[in-house]
């Protein structure tokens, strides 16, 4: 049994109704965006992302726990563009190839199908592996946070990424000069606890089915 891979397609939501100045400076943000994923990601990243074609880039992640902690990073880094993902779980053949439009296998043709769906259904993230459970279980909860999510405003956005990072209402408030009275109303306003709290359901559930996977994997090669 071969290593499993999440290959992460990925395209900017409604490009298209953008003028070309619009479009062309959000491209070069993204460029930015990829420079920076790619660097502090390096660990969980095997192959590192790139543009594939105008507004679609596409990247492997090595460490599948870790996808959704990247694509997040994405969010907040390009905020306020909206992005759509296909995340395809498997196997992949890189046929002495250095980059992701080179290669081949499973989890390239799910990642594929996966945004096609995405794009088809106007949704904002499709998971696809061999493990149906494992789909309707991660893909009902991104369905779920991203329903939440379409609600907030600037400001909800802003909260949430910064206790993420800083840990508590308190430091959040003293950032912004602000009450934590203020902070935690807004965050609790917007459910945006629970959104964390579905989040770190998917990177542990992510988590459990790799070590099963590679527990798999040792067995079947000892």
Partial sequence: MSQVYAVVNADIKSSRKMDQRERYEWQLFLKSAIVQINENWSE??????????????QGVVRNVPYVHSIITEFERILYPLALRYGIGLGEIQKMGA??????????????????NYAKKNKLRVRF??????LDVYVNTVYLLMYAIKGRWSKVNYK????YRELGTYEKVADLEGVSSQAVWDSLRNANA??????????????????????AARIKTDG
């Fill in 44 to 57: 969980a990243i095997d192959v590192p992302f790139m543009i594939t074609k105008g507004d679609e880039f």
């Fill in 128 to 133: 696809r592996s061999e493990d149906k459970q």
């Fill in 193 to 214: 606890m629970e959104v964390m709290q579905s989040e770190e359901a998917v990177m542990q559930f992510l988590r459990m089915k790799m070590e099963e996977l590679n």
């Fill in 98 to 115: 250095t980059v992701s439009i080179e290669m081949d296998g499973p989890a390239f043709h799910r990642a594929n199908a996966a945004l």
């Fill in 159 to 162: 909260r949430y990424w910064r």
